[in-house]
């Protein structure tokens, strides 16, 4: 698989992603805010890792929200089936991706410094 295609499919399939999350899953334990950051694709698109930001009022919040984003994993592999034309469905694994928050919290210490 070329460079550019395994790119195109990334983008393809965070998109998708992205809106099942946001349309499609109706779970009453999903109450914090999910954010697709990135995608990864195997090149034999078997295994699909999707990078999700979750950000919550407490970390109970995030952790079942979490919780229950990787209980749907297989619900969201059946709607990429759906909307999106390869070859084989890539299993679909949710993996938490906190970089996000990293950056406000160096962004933080960066503006306590400077108040200094």
Known sequence: MANYR???????????????IRNG???????????VTDVKVTKDLRYAKVYVSVFGKNETE????????KSS?????????Q??????T?????E????IEHGMHI????NKIKEK
């Not at 994993?73 to 089936?81: D, H, L, M, P, W």
């Not at 962004?107 to 960066?110: K, P, R, Y």
Request: aromatic share 6%.
């Open 6 to 20: 395994g790119g195109r499919i990334n983008e393809e399939v965070r998109k998708e992603v992205s809106d099942i």
């Open 25 to 35: 899953i109706k779970d009453p334990r999903m109450t914090a805010m999910i954010s």
């Open 62 to 69: 995030k952790t079942e929200s979490f919780g229950a984003l």
């Open 73 to 81: 994993a297989s619900f969201v592999r059946k709607e990429i089936g």
């Open 83 to 88: 909307r999106i034309n390869l070859r084989y």
């Open 90 to 94: 890539p299993e679909i694994i949710f």
């Open 96 to 99: 938490l991706d906190d970089s």
């Open 107 to 110: 962004d933080a210490l960066l």
